[in-house]
């Protein structure tokens, strides 16, 4: 059997694919949680996303804004209002209409009294959530 000799090179799909992306590798200034920006450019894992450089801020846990758009792990989250959203915790966001698990909107959640209680679980004052589903019994 013929051993297969190591690659000198390591493509960005294999680091992409192995979850192990280092941070220095990035384009322009690392900004944390995958994300890095140039003077005209925002990236996530080195894929040029469309964001606006200039107003461009991490948040957390794969959250990051410009001052139009909400992102998470690099993709829009769709209608998520910039000016009112806020990370939570366990994944878990809202802004003023919605609420949301892991960049996708959790569907017919009441956001005003949504909350979060830890270990995946949410709540509003009708259901309770586990990692942005919601429990049926």
Not at 53 to 79: M, T
Not at 81 to 86: A, C, I, N, P, Q
Not at 105 to 127: L, Q
């Amino acid at each position: 059997a013929s051993e297969r000799k190591p690659n000198k090179t390591t493509s960005k799909s294999m680091l992409l694919s192995s979850g192990r992306f280092p941070e220095e590798l990035l384009p322009g200034n690392s900004l944390g949680f995958g994300y890095s920006k140039t003077n005209f450019d925002v990236y996530y894992l080195g894929k040029k996303i469309d964001a606006s450089a200039s107003s461009f801020q991490v948040l957390s846990f794969g959250y990051a804004k410009d001052a139009f758009n909400i992102y998470f792990e690099g993709a829009e989250v769709k209608d998520a209002s910039s000016g009112t959203f806020r990370v939570l915790i366990d994944g878990y966001a809202k802004d003023a209409f919605n609420a949301y698990y892991r960049g996708r909107e959790i569907p017919n959640c009441n956001v005003r009294t949504f909350e979060c209680m830890g270990k995946g679980v949410a709540r509003d004052d009708e259901n309770k959530y586990y990692l942005g589903q919601k429990v049926v019994w």
